[in-house]
């Protein structure tokens, strides 16, 4: 059985004095969504689950069905879970899935920047002028 993942994405930035301070990225996206403070704790480990517990965790939502931690534009308030997971079917996201990048036009069914589908489901006639 896998182990479930204890912390969203991250980087370890150590400065000069000892002290760890940690980025946390949507595991989704890539988009950095959290830094912490530098924090000082005998080993990395340590170090890491107060950050997370302190500051990280807050940021993220984690979705049950697949169990990664991802930012709130990437999570499907209405279903429960990440975009991956339960993609928008019938209103329009503000941000893609993908790539994460924000979305200018509000009835848009490609992403402008990675091509992704936007929606699933039903079509309003727009997915094949965009091809």
């Known amino acids: 059985m896998a182990q479930a993942k ?9 400065d000069a004095g000892g002290g760890r301070s940690f980025r946390f990225y949507c595991d989704l996206s890539g988009e950095l ?19 997370w517990e302190t500051e990280g965790r807050w940021h993220f939502n984690r979705c049950p069905a697949c169990g990664r931690y991802v930012s709130s534009a990437m999570f499907n308030v209405n279903a429960g879970r ?11 996201p503000s941000f893609c899935h993908h790539c994460g990048v924000r979305l ?8 402008p920047v ?9 079509t ?8």
């Open 33 to 51: 969504c959290c830094v912490t403070k530098p924090l000082r704790a005998d080993t990395e480990q340590a170090a890491l689950a107060l950050a």
């Open 82 to 92: 990440c975009l991956d997971c339960a993609p928008w079917e019938s209103e329009y």
């Open 114 to 122: 990675c091509g992704a589908r936007l929606q699933v489901g039903g």
């Open 6 to 14: 204890k912390t969203a994405t991250y980087r370890v930035v150590t």
């Open 124 to 131: 309003d006639g727009k997915e094949e002028a965009t091809k």
């Open 104 to 111: 200018r036009e509000p009835d848009a069914c490609f992403c």
